[in-house]
C-alpha cells in the first residue's frame, strides 16, 4: 500500500526557519516525482512545485521560487519542504502528493502567527 | 501559466440529481505524446484531496462509476450521474500538460439542495 506520511503540526513565529517531510513507503521513491501543494485557509489548491527524487531535479511555481526549497533524502524515501524566512502568509495546509498517481499526503498545517 | 477556469464555482443539486462541472484552459492541454494532462480531484470537508479521474476519462480505482470525465482540448466536463451525499465538497480540475507550472481551477463547491 502506497503511503504518503507527513509531519505533524508546526506552530512558528514570522522569520523563523521551518522544515516540514513527507515520508513515502509501497513503491520505489525513486522513481516517482513528489509535489507539494498549498491550501490556505478556506482557498484552493496551488501548486508549489516538485522533486524527482533520483536525481533531486526540482521545478518550481514562479509564485513560490525562492521562497521555499524542495529536497529529498532517497536513503529514507523523504521529501522536505523548507523555509527560511516565515511569513503570516504562510500560514496553510501543506500536502505532499504523487500528482502523477493517485496518492495524498494528509497534509502539514503550518500556522504562523507573532 | 495556463489558466483553468471552472464553472460554476457554486453547485447546489438535489439528491439523485445529476450535476455537472465545466473546466476550461486557456491553451490546449494536448502533450507532445499525444495525451491530454486532464485530472479531476474531490475534496470532501476536513480531508485530502482524492484523484477521481485522470487523462480527461479514466476513472481511478475505487471511484464510483457515477462520475465521468470528457472533454478534448481546452474544453472538459465531470459528471456525476446521481449526486449522494457522500459527493458533498469540493471540485477541482488540474492540468499537467504545460509545468512548471502545474495549475488548478479554482474549484467548484457542490452542495445538496
Known amino acids: 500500500e502506497v503511503q504518503l506520511v507527513q509531519s505533524g503540526a508546526e506552530v512558528k513565529k514570522p522569520g523563523e526557519s521551518l522544515r516540514i517531510s513527507c515520508k513515502s513507503s509501497g513503491y520505489s521513491f525513486t522513481s516517482y516525482w513528489i509535489s507539494w501543494v498549498r491550501q490556505m485557509p478556506g482557498k484552493g489548491l496551488e501548486w508549489m512545485g516538485r522533486?524527482?527524487?533520483?536525481?533531486?531535479?526540482?521545478n518550481y511555481s514562479p509564485s513560490f521560487q525562492g521562497h521555499v526549497t524542495i529536497s529529498a533524502d532517497k536513503s529514507i524515501s523523504t521529501a522536505y519542504l523548507q523555509w527560511s524566512r516565515l511569513k503570516a502568509s504562510d500560514t496553510a495546509m501543506y500536502y505532499c502528493a504523487r500528482l502523477g498517481s493517485k496518492d495524498w499526503g494528509r497534509g502539514t498545517l503550518v500556522t504562523v502567527s507573532s | 501559466d495556463v489558466v483553468m477556469t471552472q464553472s460554476p464555482l457554486s453547485l447546489p443539486v438535489t439528491l439523485g440529481q445529476p450535476a455537472s462541472i465545466s473546466c476550461r484552459s486557456s491553451?490546449?492541454?494536448?502533450?507532445?505524446?499525444?495525451?491530454?494532462?486532464l485530472n479531476w480531484f474531490q475534496q470532501r470537508p476536513g480531508q485530502s484531496p482524492r484523484r477521481l479521474i485522470y487523462k480527461v476519462s479514466n476513472r481511478d480505482s475505487g471511484v464510483p462509476d457515477r462520475f465521468s470525465g470528457s472533454g478534448s482540448g481546452t474544453d472538459f466536463t465531470l459528471k456525476i450521474s446521481r449526486v449522494e451525499a457522500e459527493d458533498v465538497g469540493v471540485y477541482y480540475c488540474?492540468?499537467?500538460?504545460?509545468?512548471?507550472?502545474?495549475?488548478f481551477g479554482q474549484g467548484t463547491r457542490l452542495e445538496i439542495k
Open positions: 522533486i524527482n527524487p533520483s536525481d533531486s531535479y526540482t
Open positions: 491553451q490546449s492541454l494536448v502533450y507532445s505524446d499525444g495525451n491530454t494532462y
Open positions: 488540474m492540468q499537467g500538460t504545460h509545468w512548471p507550472p502545474i495549475t
